[in-house]
């Protein structure tokens, strides 16, 4: 025969009917009834208090469930995967692993070394990538430095303009070029009225004769 334990608890300062809980002893076990109002109470995140939490304790005692015992062997479950590392991608060599391991053996020879790991190439092959990844990122950081105007900062003073130098230099060469030009010119111009008054001293000369 099922017997109805029935408790009623009632928290200072309030007034009406208090939550009611009913647990019931059957064959199959236990059956605990909460009433409404005390599952609205325990499902209000900002409406609980210290005896909310006495009543769920005394409701999983009803129940023959033991919280801290489930506590426990939750953490026991779970301890095994704490600290393990999962995996998801194959850890693959930044260089091409045969012709690296070739390489190696031809340096490791030269030393007495017959045997090289598949680990010394791997780790060889990281090592390269890190330091590449470095060095790309020091020559970033140069880049950003090269493209900072110190012009407008009234602690830097121009000592030396290369641009205009470049360009004073240029300016140079041209006139120079411009100037050798002109002597060609210049050369062309005397060589082709010499060669007229040779051609007409020439003419004379045969009608004359």
């Known amino acids: 025969m099922p017997v109805v334990i029935t408790q009623t608890i009632r928290p200072q300062g309030t007034v009406g009917k208090a939550p009611t809980i009913q647990a019931s002893k059957s064959p ?4 605990v009834q909460v009433s ?3 599952k609205n109470k325990l499902n209000d995140p900002g409406g609980g208090s210290f005896r909310d939490d006495d009543d769920i304790n005394d409701v999983a005692s009803m129940a023959g469930v033991n919280l ?3 506590s426990a062997r939750i953490m026991a479950t779970n301890s095994d ?3 393990t590392q999962i995996q998801s991608c194959k850890d ?3 260089l091409a692993a045969i012709p690296l391991h070739k390489r190696i053996l ?4 030269k030393l007495g070394i017959t045997d090289v790991p598949a680990e010394v190439v791997t780790f060889i092959s990281h090592a390269t990538q890190n330091r590449l990844r470095t060095v790309i990122e020091k020559v970033t950081v140069i880049t950003q430095h090269r ?5 407008d900062d009234e602690w830097y003073e121009q000592a030396t303009d290369v641009r205009s130098q470049l360009k004073f230099f240029e300016q140079l060469e041209r006139l120079e070029k411009q100037r050798k030009d002109e002597q060609e010119r210049e050369i062309l111009l005397k060589a082709a009225k010499v060669s007229v008054l040779l051609l007409s001293f020439f003419f004379q000369l045969l009608n004359n004769s």
């Open 92 to 94: 693959e060599p930044f």
């Open 81 to 83: 995967l704490v600290g």
């Open 68 to 70: 801290n015992e489930e």
């Open 106 to 109: 031809e340096m490791a020879k």
């Open 147 to 151: 493209m900072e105007s110190y012009k």
């Open 36 to 38: 409404a109002n005390q």
């Open 28 to 31: 199959g076990g236990f059956g």
